[in-house]
């Protein structure tokens, strides 16, 4: 699978979306149950049938954590392109 370029970076998709589920309860209940559909209406724009998308929501008795993608052995450009963050390697 290719990586995605996000039209707007990552993290601010990310505040985005769980200051919405937090606000709005309908839309917590659709980025649950069909994350594709409630992402696409945060970034305004279908996802490449080939991305995957899931949503794992935390409970007192589950913790969870993201690992990021292993950027070990690719370019930068390539590290940009699979992170979303164009801003690797300019500080």
Same mark, same amino acid.
């Given at each position: ?37 409630? #992402?696409?209406? @945060?970034?305004? %724009?279908? /996802?490449?049938?080939?991305?995957? !998308?899931?949503?794992?929501?935390? &409970?007192? +008795?589950? #913790?969870?954590? @993201?690992?990021? %993608?292993? /950027?070990?052995?690719?370019?930068? !450009?390539?590290?940009?392109?699979? &992170?979303? +963050? ?6």
């Amino acid at each position: 699978m290719g990586a995605y370029h996000y039209p707007v970076p990552r993290d601010d998709i990310e505040r985005r979306v769980v200051q919405r589920a937090t606000e709005d309860e309908a839309f917590r209940r659709l980025l649950l149950d069909d994350p594709r559909r409630a #992402l696409e209406q @945060v970034v305004g %724009v279908a /996802l490449p049938a080939q991305l995957e !998308v899931q949503v794992v929501e935390e &409970t007192p +008795d589950r #913790l969870v954590i @993201v690992l990021p %993608v292993d /950027l070990s052995g690719i370019s930068l !450009v390539a590290a940009r392109v699979a &992170t979303g +963050d164009y801003t690797l390697g300019t500080t």
